[in-house]
């Protein structure tokens, strides 16, 4: 933090050491606010249920900051929480197993990196910017439906305060968040949408594509009224051609995959062997197309077969999505339409992620409540990046965070020495959108305190 602070213009603005923006001055910062010892203190009195996800971690003060935080934002800049999203991700973490942290655990990492202990993120957003409304950090092994049901009550109060008028808010959820307890939760409180796994329901995805008779954004629907869990729901089927491509691509991409492997395997072997041998029987075994994949042995090569049968099995699910509204007034193109604007909350992660902007990842903390803490500045951040979007959108330039990113990077300072008595501070000359910049971020004026005389 210390060095990249060097290189900018903030030590001079802020009159501040850059060497100070390290992991020792974070700890003092942030342990007024929330206390490690307090927690350790705390778990030593009341060992941790095994259902608490949050690992009685103590954040109400995080809680407030953004709670004053969201709602002047959403009165300056005056946005409307008619819609919001949820979904969760994870961080995987470098943290040694002997590591005493309750927050990092081992569970299906969303990156693939299962091996490594990791941390979880549940938030909220706004549709329209992805500005996040809430978020909590869970651990890491607990499933997405267990932690929403554990987040449900916050999650709601959040909406309300923001929204005011929660029933007319819609709440966008993704499929793992189903649980019966959880539907039971949000009934009457506001109105919602999700997904269903099309493998969960054979007998949906068994419904010929004759039966679509509906066409919206490019895809063919059929909507039916159906109980789940207990309740009533407005179901949609959709299917999309481009998906069906897509998947069928990835299907066969990924057989060939395997084929390749299992043709190393074959070479590597020290004796041409006279039948299949039992490595690449296990390895066909152990691989997720051991339904879609015979192996035989035919002139000492390995001959590969699709199974037919299963292979068309498989074909039924492919374009195919299931969604739901607990409102059954609800039209098919409007369930369409709000479950689409799901990537808002994605993408928000993806800026979360990525090392070119709040670069969540790795993480230099080690224990929970600086893991907290951490997270929270993480967010704080985020909603920075999701401002300048908003404003910049707002001002007709229709530009990613990473291009309004690098714009501002373009921009120099630069020290013109004529003499041993003269020297004049200058920025680097401007485009016509990096003056567009300058104006709406109202950087005009430090400009002005670098450039003084």
Known sequence: MGTWAASTVLPELLALDPKKLNSKSFWYATDDVISQAELKDK??????????????????????????????????????????????TNFFTFFSQTNESELAQAGHNKEGRNNLRQVGLSMCVEQKHGIPLYHRIYAGNSHDSHTFHQAISELLLAIKQHTKLSKDCILIIDKGNNSKGNFDKLKGQLEFIGSLSVYDNVDLADIPLENYNGCFQSKKHHTILRDIHGQEFNLVLTFDDKLYRKNEHSFFNSIEKFKEKAMLKWKELKRPPKQVPKSIITMLGQSRHRKYLEVKYSNGQPIFELVEAEVQKKKKYWGKHILFSNNIQNTPEKIIDLYGAKDKVEKSFGILKSPDLVRWIPMRHWTDSKIRAFAFTCVISLILVRIMELKAGRADLKMSPNVIKQELMDLQKVTMIYDEKTAINKITVKSTIQKKLCELFNLEAIEHELTIQ
């Open 43 to 88: 778990r030593k009195l009341k060992k941790n249920e095994d259902d608490d996800v949050f690992v009685q971690i103590n954040d109400r003060i995080l809680k407030d900051i953004e709670k004053g935080l969201v709602k002047n934002i959403m009165d300056k800049y005056d946005i409307d929480t008619e819609v919001v999203l949820y979904d969760t």
